[in-house]
């Protein structure tokens, strides 16, 4: 926790107390209060996911969950902001959108390479011939998206917020 700003009176987070979770693997220690995103942060890890077309790097942008900078995968269910997460004790965190790591993505040559080959929209246009081959198409655009796989169990925590149609 090397990079954290000073104490201020205002914030949330609870210096007295730590918690430990786990990023790719490795133990990552927060403070209670902390953001998935603020504790990945303040352990100096920058890089949280790629970009869904390029696989640029992507981090903390926002910190209020309107960007999809930050989306990672936690305990098994993909597509959560790690900016608004709030740090759970031995919660297991995963990158989501690179293979095979964060630091070297395989995909990142679609940005080196592939940038006059694949301008906006080229997928709405090069992959629709032949028609039967629309599955495999799918199934590796989907692939190289990276949005993850949903889980088939149902979630087994309580969500703090419910929001219902009036």
């Known amino acids: 926790m090397s990079e954290r700003l000073p104490p201020n009176p205002a914030e949330r987070i609870n210096r007295g107390k730590t918690v430990e979770f786990s990023f790719d693997?490795?133990?990552?220690?927060?403070?209670?209060?902390?953001?998935?995103?603020?504790?990945?942060?303040?352990?100096?890890?920058?890089?949280?996911?790629?970009?869904?077309?390029?696989?640029?790097?992507?981090?903390?942008m926002c910190c209020a969950g309107q960007c999809p900078n930050c989306l990672v995968e936690v305990d098994g269910w993909p597509g959560?902001?790690?900016?608004?997460?709030?740090?759970?004790?031995?919660?297991?965190?995963?990158?989501?959108?690179?293979?095979?790591?964060?630091?070297?993505?395989?995909?990142?040559?679609?940005?080196?390479?592939?940038?006059?080959?694949?301008?906006?929209?080229?997928?709405?246009?090069?992959f629709i011939r032949p028609r039967r081959l629309w599955p495999l198409?799918?199934?590796?655009?989907?692939?190289?998206a990276g949005l993850g796989v949903l889980p088939r169990k149902q979630a087994d925590r309580e969500w703090r917020t419910e929001y219902r149609r009036r």
Request: aromatic fraction near 10%; glycine fraction near 10%.
């Open 80 to 126: 959560v902001r790690a900016c608004t997460e709030p740090v759970r004790p031995g919660m297991t965190v995963k990158h989501m959108n690179a293979k095979p790591s964060l630091g070297f993505d395989a995909m990142r040559a679609t940005d080196i390479f592939g940038t006059r080959f694949t301008p906006p929209g080229f997928y709405y246009k090069t």
């Open 25 to 60: 693997g490795k133990t990552v220690e927060a403070y209670e209060g902390d953001t998935i995103g603020s504790a990945l942060h303040a352990s100096g890890r920058k890089v949280l996911s790629r970009s869904f077309k390029y696989h640029r790097p992507r981090g903390l």
């Open 137 to 144: 198409y799918e199934k590796v655009l989907r692939g190289a």
